[in-house]
Every structure is written in structure tokens, then in C-alpha cells.
């Protein structure tokens, strides 16, 4: 089985550079994920007082509502996703759609129950999706990506977390 985040050697590549980098970037997503992980209920304003999956009357009736443009609080089994699907120039974009279609994955991705938090096209780049995964789908949706969209995109993934209330918070107290 072919690893998604292994990095395949280009024609101006040697295997050696390509074989250090690799495990480079395996090592940096690992650690990524792992630290995702941990802050992940620290970030989305998870009480460290309340057992995970329990709700108390007083933290349920205090909830604030989201507003719009604002990451909903994650349950603490899930992370936030960032894909980037980067697209084939060689090919025009009607074949990449084309493609994309005769593999499945319009009706593939992202696999169903999976919230999409944003999907962006980033000219020059492709599209970029970040997803809400709970950790035990994580492979689900991997194997969603290698199976309808390679060829059509080459992909990059990262565990990503939303920062705006702290950047918001540290822009009005100027880092204080």
C-alpha cells in the first residue's frame, strides 16, 4: 500500500535527498499531529474540569452561540484537517474534472459525517479543504483521497488548529 504522505521522487530528484526529506516530513507530521492532538481541547475552549463527553447543565446553558466565520467548539476526539489538493498543470482543468469524476471523487470526498470547515480555491495552488475528523476516521478519509483523488491533484495534509481568538486577543493586548 502506497503511504500518503510518503513523497514521490520527481525526475529532478535523487532518491537519497528525496528519502532524507521524507522522513523529515514524516517526522515533522507526526509530531505535528501529536501536539495537535494534545492542544486541541486546550484551543477549542475545552474545560480541563469537565470528564470528556460529559455536559453539566451550567456549561451547556452558558454556551455561546457560533457566529458566523467562527470554528465551532470540537468534540475532544476530533482535529481539524487541512488538505491541499494541488493541481496537475500538465493537464487542463476540464480533464483533471473528468478524471476526478471517472474515479469517484465528487461522490467520495469527503466521506460522509465529516464536517468540511472551509473549502478555498487558492489560485496558483488548487483547492484547500479543512476538515473536522474525528480521530478513528482519519484513515477513512485518507484512503477517500488516494482513491479518487490522485492524478487528478497531488495532495499535502495538515493537522491544523483555529488561532483566531488568540490572534484576535493578542493583536488587542499587543502580545501582553
Known amino acids: 500500500m502506497r503511504n500518503a504522505l510518503a513523497v514521490v521522487p520527481g525526475p529532478n530528484r535523487t ?22 492532538s494534545a492542544v486541541a481541547p486546550l484551543t477549542y475552549g475545552a474545560d480541563a474540569t469537565v470528564t470528556p463527553g460529559a455536559t453539566s447543565a451550567s456549561t451547556a446553558s452558558t454556551a455561546p452561540a457560533a457566529q458566523p466565520g467562527t470554528a465551532t467548539p470540537a468534540p475532544d476526539d476530533t482535529f481539524l484537517l487541512t488538505i491541499f489538493l494541488r493541481h496537475d498543470e500538465s493537464k487542463p482543468l476540464p480533464k483533471i474534472n473528468d478524471q476526478l469524476a471517472a474515479q469517484g471523487f465528487f461522490k467520495t470526498f469527503p466521506p460522509p459525517g465529516i464536517e468540511v470547515v472551509s473549502w478555498y480555491v487558492m489560485m496558483g495552488i488548487g483547492q484547500v479543504v479543512t476538515l473536522r475528523v474525528p480521530a478513528s476516521r482519519l484513515r477513512e478519509v485518507n484512503r477517500a483521497i488516494e482513491t479518487t483523488a490522485w492524478g487528478g491533484y497531488r495532495t499535502e495534509f495538515y493537522p491544523t488548529y483555529d488561532y483566531k481568538a488568540q490572534a484576535q486577543q493578542m493583536r488587542a493586548t499587543d502580545g501582553k
Not at 17 to 34: E, I, N, W, Y
Open 15 to 36: 532518491d537519497s535527498r528525496t528519502d532524507s526529506r521524507t522522513l523529515f516530513r514524516r517526522a515533522v507530521f507526526g509530531a505535528a499531529l501529536v501536539i495537535s
